[in-house]
């Protein structure tokens, strides 16, 4: 591996052909990432696609078997030169059980020489306001997760790692957590989140990294991906009735057309959306259908990812 | 590696673990003293493994001899207590946050070590103390003179019954760290630990005269009691720096060498 200290100061987080070999399998194989400073990163991929491990080794937990790169300027070799402008959640969050979270708090501070006086409000930042004084142990899932939230951002990092924090939430404390990495995400900060939630993803990142069996699938701004020309046309009749009447009127106009869970759906074939949707609305009007939407249809994250995870043949 | 001592202080100096230690050492020096006190004998054994003797408890160090008699056990529960707190930092999850803060792994190690000993130091030291208080307490109820406990000798011998106790307490500090560092899971490397020194080593002493001088909790339990028959305390204590050094030693490559996925 080579020290790549003084690599771009645009480049937050570098690393190529980075591998960790078990036995004979390779859990990470042959993966580059290039994250470019300030971005929200979502790290998508399925279970045991090499995420954890990948963030393991970025964090200096597991060693690499082969790879180079850097992070924050400093070689991936030597993780102590720059940890202390990291913050990470990894796995699950790891705290003593009979100390209180602030006490935690204030003891990871200690290890980590960071000043202890903004605990309080990082509390706050991710709404444990008034039970830092209560202990680990008697935390839900929820404000656990939101503690590792807080000391990942003791001695306020650069570089933002966290694995899964919404891992095991109910549907109430994965927004919250969707809300927390939000205002994260405008602090100027680079955040690498990995996740299962596309949504949370698509809504929150603005960069995406897709992994699966170890290797990288994609890896760019997410709205490379996902901010293509609408591919269809979504149309729905307000009354039932006008159903069949407004696909007779469309297919008539030689609209290629499908019906999919009570709306029609048509395909855009290289035409502009904003036309087709102009003349569709036009078409309903004089024909006295009215319609109560009339929406572009693009391919989502979810889509992308089905695709390349499994060539669509979910 | 001062503020790693200084966040393991944190973690254990709360009210509840003074409590029990300061319960735990107070204990120990009525239950020790009691025992030795109501078992010595006319003419004693020449070690302290078998109790003590009258006269060694009207001489000098006879203020604490309850103490360094009774501490062979305090070794034991030392070693189980270090297997449990090292292992779970493992298996919680507790090594691998803490290593984002402090990637020095043997920096990390060292310092949860040597701040936990701090602990385990203060808590000899107190047992010593109420053991010291309650042998003036309980010495003239078996006519027992205390003339001689409170000389420069005595505090000599104090001291001495101290550094060898806690030598042979940081000794198997250092095996219960080893053995959680090695399974990373408290109930195996518990399981592990008690075979090895409950068991195992017991049983084949008796059978085994030699086992008092190689077996490592033989050794230790000699240290512990400044020496005894079948090992004087000088090749107690070199034998016990060789076998703690080749356990410090497993433990650093250990921690240095594997990842950390727990």
């Known amino acids: 591996m ?29 993966f ?38 850097s992070v924050l300027g400093s070689s991936i070799e030597d993780p102590a030169a720059y940890l202390d402008r990291v ?66 951002l003791l001695g306020d990092p650069e570089l933002l790692i966290l694995d899964e924090p919404a891992n095991g939430l109910d549907p109430e404390g994965v927004r919250e957590m969707r809300t927390l ?43 490379d991906l996902l901010g293509g020309p609408a591919h269809g046309l979504v149309v729905v009749a307000q009354r039932p009735d006008d159903h069949l009447a407004l696909f007779d009127l469309l297919t008539a106009r030689g609209d290629d057309i499908a019906a999919q869970d009570g709306r029609l759906v048509l395909r855009v074939n290289g035409s502009d959306v904003g036309d087709l949707a102009a003349a569709v609305n036009r078409a309903a009007f004089d024909a006295g259908i009215v319609l109560t939407e009339l929406s572009p249809q693009r391919t989502t994250l979810e889509d992308h990812y089905l695709s390349m995870v499994h060539g669509g043949a979910r | 590696m001062t503020r790693i001592i200084h966040a393991e202080l944190i973690r254990l100096l709360r009210r509840r673990t003074l409590v029990a230690a300061a319960a735990g050492s107070v204990l120990f020096s009525v239950i020790a003293t009691l025992t030795v006190f109501s078992s010595a004998q006319d003419s004693g054994p020449r070690s302290r493994r078998g109790g003590t003797s009258l006269a060694a408890l009207t001489d000098a160090g006879g203020g604490t001899e309850a103490f360094a008699v009774g501490a062979s056990f305090v070794g034991f529960l030392v070693f189980v207590t270090f297997i449990a707190l090292i292992a779970n930092e493992f298996s919680g999850g507790t090594f691998r946050a803490l290593l984002l803060r402090e990637p020095h792994r043997l920096r990390l190690i060292v310092g949860k070590l040597t701040g936990a000993l701090l602990v385990a ?39 001495r019954d101290y550094a060898t106790v806690f030598a042979g307490v940081a000794g198997w500090a250092i095996f219960g760290t080893t053995l959680a560092v090695i399974f990373r899971s408290a109930p195996l490397a518990l399981g592990v630990g008690f075979a090895w020194a409950g068991p195992f080593e017991n049983i084949t002493v008796d059978s085994w005269d030699a086992g008092y001088r190689y077996f490592p909790g033989q050794v230790l339990g000699s240290l512990i009691q400044g020496g005894s028959a079948e090992l004087g305390i000088g090749r107690a204590t070199f034998t016990a720096l060789i076998y703690t050094g080749i356990a410090a030693i497993a433990t650093l490559l250990l921690v240095s060498r594997r990842d950390v996925t727990a």
């Open chain 2, 121 to 159: 130091a203060a808590a000899v030291g107190l047992a010593e103390v109420c053991s010291l208080a309650m042998s003036v307490l309980v010495a003239p109820t078996q006519d027992v003179a205390t003339a001689n406990w409170f000389s420069m000798a005595s505090l000599g011998a104090a001291t």
């Open chain 1, 87 to 152: 913050g990470a959640l990894i796995e699950t969050p790891a705290f003593y059980p009979a100390l209180s979270g602030a006490e935690n708090l204030r003891m990871f501070a200690t290890v980590g020489r960071h000043d202890t006086s903004p605990i309080p409000a990082l509390l706050d930042t991710v709404g444990l306001a008034g039970r830092g004084d209560d202990r680990y142990r008697n935390y839900s899932l929820g404000m656990k997760q939101r503690l590792g939230i807080a000391a990942a």
């Open chain 1, 181 to 223: 990495v939000g205002d994260l995400a405008g602090t100027g900060r680079t955040v690498l989140v990995s996740s299962h939630d596309l949504s949370e993803v698509e809504q929150v990142c603005d960069w995406l990294v897709l992994i699966d069996t170890g290797r990288s699938l994609y890896q760019g701004p997410t709205s």
């Open chain 1, 2 to 30: 080579t020290n790549t200290t003084g690599s771009s100061t645009t480049t937050a987080l570098s690393v190529t052909g980075l591998t960790k070999r078990y036995g004979t399998r390779n859990v990470v194989d042959d």
């Open chain 1, 32 to 69: 580059d990432i290039d994250l470019p400073t300030g971005v929200v990163a979502g790290f998508v991929g399925p279970n045991g696609a090499g995420k954890t491990t990948t963030m393991a080794m970025l964090l200096g937990l597991v060693r690499p078997t082969a790879g180079e790169g």
